[in-house]
């Protein structure tokens, strides 16, 4: 599917890249090396979360809505933006947990539409 | 019962000859004999007619079975027959069929119908010949390990149901203590929300099994239940099916063919020719054209480059601190909004390694920023390098 987390229980997180070539590997990467895409201006974009394959380098750019892997994309937006806040400045990174929330499900609504969520 | 007594000339009439036919004509019990119209040589006229003049109900025939259903009926509602009705093979014309009145409940399974199922014979497998446990196997066919499973997953080409190119083929080592997806499939519905609709497939093992595999379907929200149907195979391709309602207002249903945990480890099954009809009636499997077959896959998943020059941008920067953007166009626009995966170390001259980003339903971008200004390029030199794009809804 991509290099995507499969389990955030503890830092750092465990991830898969299953459909590399010649089989699928794991390994684990830090939390605070999942960055955002940059945009023309040098700003970051909300939107997107760029995750690197410890074992192959390969990257992952993952979309707000879930791309390749809805549920854990989803939750590695809403951890990022409770710890980081977010880039556009409508939640900072002492706002409440629920706030990182919501703004990522408007995010997610606005990208995918109305359905998308996995999150409960 | 007693013939009719035939009288002869100059021979007396006895009442009960008379009464007899009376009494059959009336329909006295024990007084009828058959009626044997069977020597009438009349080229104008029927052996037997029979008109009822009453012009209201115009009953002109009831034959009854000796239990007093219905065999024959006759009047001004036409024609009606008792159960079952045989026919000479062939003797019944298209044209004698009222239109649009065969409905989909009458279909026999070869009557072929678009499934709404992506691969559904099993015959794409993008992203390898051996797939992991948990994740994508065969294009749109996703699995994931119940507790304690270990189920090996690839695509075979010897154990084919007819006629199909490939299939695939799960080696239960344990099936989990929890049931483990071996393939399912989540469908989007569109517009077709609210049906009845028939998923079936073609299982084998690799000896009969009773009670190991089971069908399950989930409405939208991927938890609620619509129906299940646990399996017992056999050595032989069978059909299995499952009829089903989605509800009104989800927009995806999903198809699971699943273990009942902690059944049948050790055992090797073989999944082929997967349809989704809308009806409730199952359809034999269809294969789609090829270039079909693809296209409705790459709407998930699609992969770019993997040999040398397969994606290779050289330009000239003028300036620097220049980011530079080559544009990548998909195969096929996208279910949703997909994410994209560069794999490999690619060549570069001039510039860092680009990066895939900003991914809309159809396109996506390379960017990289040129180390100086002139001509700088990168390239996937092998098929080690590669560009992914996947969406699942």
């Given amino acids: 599917m991509s290099v995507y987390v499969t389990d955030f229980s503890a830092s750092p997180w465990e991830v898969v890249h299953d459909d590399a070539r010649g089989g699928a590997h794991e390994g684990t990467v830090d939390p605070t090396s999942i960055v955002h895409t940059t945009n023309m201006d040098g700003s970051e974009n909300h939107d997107f979360l760029v995750v690197v394959c410890p074992v192959c380098q390969a990257s992952s750019t993952h979309p707000v809505g879930g791309g390749a892997q809805a549920a854990s994309v989803q939750q590695m937006f809403v951890l990022h933006a409770q710890t980081n806040g977010c880039p556009c400045g ?15 499900r408007l995010q997610v609504n606005r990208q995918d539409g109305p359905g998308r969520w996995q999150l409960s | 019962m007693s013939p009719f007594v ?12 008379l009464n007899q036919v009376v009494g059959s004509l009336n329909g006295t019990s024990g007084q009828g004999v058959p009626v044997a119209q069977t020597s009438v040589n009349d080229a104008s006229n029927y052996a037997v007619s029979v008109q009822n003049l009453e012009a209201t109900n115009s009953r002109a025939l009831n034959v009854l079975k000796s239990d007093g259903s219905l065999l024959i009926r006759a009047d001004v509602n036409g024609v009606n027959l008792g159960t079952p009705v045989t026919m000479v093979a062939g003797s019944l014309a298209g044209t004698a069929l009222a239109n649009a009145s065969v409905t989909n409940a009458k279909l ?21 010949n051996n797939p992991p446990l948990n994740g994508y196997t065969a294009d749109r066919w996703n699995s994931s390990a119940g507790t304690s499973a270990s189920v090996s997953i690839s695509k075979d080409t010897t154990n084919v149901d007819v006629g199909s190119g490939a299939c695939a083929a799960f080696g239960v080592s344990n099936p989990g203590t929890t049931p483990t997806l071996l393939a399912g499939q989540t469908v989007e519905l569109g517009a077709w929300r609210g049906l009845t609709y028939t998923w079936s497939m073609r299982i084998k093992s690799d000896a009969a099994t009773t009670g190991v595999l089971q069908m399950i379907a989930f409405d939208a929200d991927g938890t609620t239940q619509l129906a299940s149907l646990t399996l017992n195979t056999t050595t032989t391709y069978q059909t299995y099916s499952l009829t089903f309602t989605s509800a009104a207002t989800g927009n995806k249903i999903s198809c699971n063919l699943r273990t009942v945990p902690n059944q049948g480890a050790g055992r090797s099954h073989y999944v082929d020719n997967a349809m989704l009809v809308v009806g409730s009636q199952a359809a034999d499997y269809v294969p789609m054209h090829p270039a079909d077959d693809l296209a409705r896959c790459l709407r998930y998943y699609e992969t770019l480059g993997g040999a040398a020059n397969t994606i290779h941008v050289r330009a000239y920067a003028g300036d620097v601190n220049i980011t530079t953007f080559g544009p990548i166009v998909f195969a096929a626009k996208k279910a949703v909004t997909p994410t994209l995966t560069k794999v490999g170390t690619w060549t570069v001259s001039g510039c860092g390694q680009p990066v895939f980003d900003s991914p809309t339903l159809g396109t996506a971008r390379l960017s990289t920023t040129p180390t100086g200004t002139g001509v700088f390029a990168y390239f996937t030199p092998d098929a080690t390098c590669y560009l992914t794009i996947e969406a699942n809804p």
């Fill in chain 2, 6 to 17: 035939r009288v002869n000339p100059g021979d007396l009439i006895q009442a009960q000859n």
């Fill in chain 1, 90 to 104: 409508q939640v900072a990174a002492t706002d409440p947990d629920a706030l990182a929330e919501s703004h990522v």
């Fill in chain 2, 108 to 128: 026999a399974s070869d009557v072929g119908r678009a499934s709404l199922l992506t691969n559904g014979g099993f015959e794409v497998w993008q992203r390898g």
